[in-house]
Structures are given as C-alpha cells and as structure tokens.
C-alpha cells in the first residue's frame, strides 16, 4: 500500500535523538527552547511555545484567550474534530461556518453569521480558520472582519508549516492573533506527535507556557512570595502536562533542517498532478485545487485533494485502494459526528456536504518516489476513465 501520507526519517533524525538520549536532560532540558527558538526563526513569530500536540495547542489557544461558557466560537465546518473540541473543552459554545469550493472557511458565509449575530448581540469571541490542505485562508478578509466585529482569529495551520499569504510567512501574526502548528507523523515536519502555539503576544506567550506545565510559575518575578528559596515554586492556575519532550523537540530541530527540502518536494509533486490531472479536469470528471499564486498564496500542500463528480468519489476510493493506493478523504463535516449531533441537531451547509462527498486524497509526501508517483497517477487516470464509463 502506497500511503497518502508518510513520515521522512533519515540518520541525521536518529542521530539526533540518540545525542538526547545519552545527555542529561530527556525532557524540560534545552533542546526545547533551541527548537522553539528555531521556529520564531522560520515563521516570523515572537514566541513559538512547543507542545505534545496540535489538540493541546487549540485548547490552550482557547484558554489563554479566556474562551469560557459564557462564549461562542467559530469553527470551519471541514477539518479534522480537534479544531472545534478545543472550544468544547473550555465549555463554550461552537457553531460551524461553511467552507468554499477549495475546502476554505467562507468569507461570505462568515460574514452573514456575524452579521446575523451582532444583530442579536452573539458574536463570537473567536474564529478557528482552517488551512486546509496547507493552503492559507484568506486572512486579509478575516482580518478585516476581526477589526469590525471584535473577535480574535486562531488560524489552525496545522497543515500549513512553510505556506504563505501576500508575502507573510504562516504564523508570523500579520493577520491572526493565535496560530497553531502540528508536528503529527504525517505533516510538514514531525516530532512523532507535537504542535506549537505562535504569537507576537508576550502575555499569550507566558501565559501558554505556564498552563502547558501544570499552570506551575518558577519565575521570581510572578510569585506570590518571591523571597521564598529556589526550591519555591507556585501552582497559580488549573493547567496541564502539555509538554513536547527534549526528544521529541531534538527530532523537530533536526527535520526543520530540511524544511526547505520537503515543501519543494511537495510542490513539485503537486505541480506533476496539475499537469498531469488536467484533462481530466477538462473532462469534467473532477476538479483540481487551485495553483500557487506567487506573492499571494502559496500552499505547503500537505495535501493534494481533487474533488470526484457525478457522485463517483466513493468507487473510485474503493478502486483505488483495492489497487494499492492508499487514498484518503479529509474530512467529513465536524458537525455530522455523532458527539456534534447530539449537541446540535441536524446542521446541512452546502459547500461543507457538497466538499466532503467529492473530496479525493492522493499520495503527497516527500518520500513518495518518482516510480511511486507515476504508479498513483497511472491508476487514478486509468481508474477515473473506467469509473466514469460505468
């Protein structure tokens, strides 16, 4: 089975973690901060705050925004169910805004929702925009938005680590007041599991890196009683064991090393099936998602979704996979899970069904081979020509 997605592990990886395991210091040591440190570098942040996953990041997000009961949030009605729980986490309400033709949180749809809800005095405390795929929101808009109707924008970037907007690196904060990364087997970059919260604020930031370890401060200078001896330290609120370890952070320095590596790999690959997809297209047996814009948006391209028409997404799923090839579907609508259901009722937005009836997966990673690749597009060409025929 070619998989849809595959980590890029090489000697330098290993070396690297062997180097942690005979050191000192196999978590809370100073490879994290060298790898936060690394991060700010890359993407532009102020802080970058490492933590053991994606999922703890949207949750501390959520707390270090002061997200509670009392509050609704926004959330893109296609993504993985992470990017709505963290709002349940903290006991707010979630409500779900559509998504456009590329699986992207719609501007419009979301400007109807705010309007409706500032008529009625609900507006949400924070919007959760999703770059699907690894291809940016647009953030000028949400923005925009978030300036008029006085919300913070979180942008889950999960698949986006090296994608950028008008010419801003995913996460510097030019546009969004909180963005989380992950570092998941299967994205840009991984650390086995892990994620990362960015922010140009300082108060988020310390506040983040105290609620990551326990809500436990060691700083003299935010104790209680700073006179106390070094031993001293101070649970100042309810926090987690959020911590990504000296492990796995040394991997995570040693994979950004070869960031540059994976994203040209991955934009070449996904330049290979534009080109090669396109009469097919033409056809209107599917359709492509959309090219890089230079100086616009240009996607990390975690993945490479077509949409299958004429309801044929599913045979060609089943065909494909019966030959190997190890497609997938990203995602269905959060609100059509069980646990959203029976929170919520019956939700149908338009362009969340319509998306994840059509929406395709294919093989994109670094390490998928060029014997690999032509193997996928072989069977995809030949398989679409043959369902389509039925």
């Not at 996979?321 to 069980?338: F, T």
Request: glycine share 6%; charged share 20%.
């Amino acid at each position: 089975m070619i998989p849809y997605a595959h980590q890029d592990i090489d000697e330098n990886d290993i070396t690297a973690v062997e180097e942690i395991l005979y050191s000192d210091y196999l978590t809370t040591g100073p490879c994290g901060p060298r790898f936060e440190e690394a991060l700010s570098e890359i993407t532009g942040a102020d802080y970058a705050l490492a933590v053991s996953s994606c999922t703890a990041a949207l949750h501390l997000s959520m707390m270090a925004l002061n997200v509670g009961p009392a509050d609704k949030v926004y959330a893109a009605a296609v993504s993985f169910a992470a990017s709505a729980n963290c709002a349940r986490y903290v006991g707010a309400q979630v409500d779900f805004i559509d998504v456009d033709a590329a699986g992207l949180i719609s501007i419009e749809h979301l400007e109807q929702k705010l309007k409706a809800d500032a008529a009625h005095g609900t507006l949400p405390k924070a919007v959760i925009a999703v770059d699907l795929a690894g291809r940016p929101v647009n953030l000028a808009a949400l923005k925009r938005l978030k300036e008029q109707y006085g919300f913070y924008v979180v942008e889950d970037a999960a698949h986006a680590l090296g994608a950028s907007y008008q010419g801003h690196a995913t996460g510097d904060g030019a546009f969004a007041d909180l963005t989380v990364l992950s570092f998941h087997p299967v994205k840009i970059i991984t650390t086995a599991e892990g994620g990362a919260v960015l922010t140009n604020d300082a108060n988020i930031a310390a506040r983040i890196r105290r609620l990551r370890s326990h809500g436990i401060e060691h700083d003299p200078a935010l104790l209680e009683h700073p006179d106390r001896p070094g031993y001293y330290y101070e649970m100042q609120e309810l926090g987690f064991n959020y911590r990504l370890t000296d492990l796995q952070s040394a991997l995570g320095l040693s994979q950004l090393e070869r960031l540059d590596q994976f994203l040209s790999r991955r934009r070449e690959l996904a330049s290979r099936y534009l080109t090669e997809l396109k009469p097919w297209e033409e056809r209107g047996l599917i359709s492509l998602p959309p090219a890089d814009q230079a100086g616009q948006s240009v996607s990390s391209w975690h993945l490479f979704q077509i949409r299958v028409k004429q309801g044929k997404r599913d045979a060609l799923y089943q065909a494909l996979r019966g030959r190997g090839i190890g497609v997938q579907v990203h995602y269905l609508p959060i609100y059509s899970h069980p646990f959203y259901r029976n929170l919520l009722g019956e939700i149908k937005l338009p362009g969340a069904e319509s998306f994840s009836a059509e929406t395709l997966s294919l093989p994109l990673y670094p390490a998928l081979t060029d014997l690999q690749f032509s193997l996928c597009l072989t069977q995809v060409q030949s398989l679409l020509d043959h369902i389509f025929q039925e």
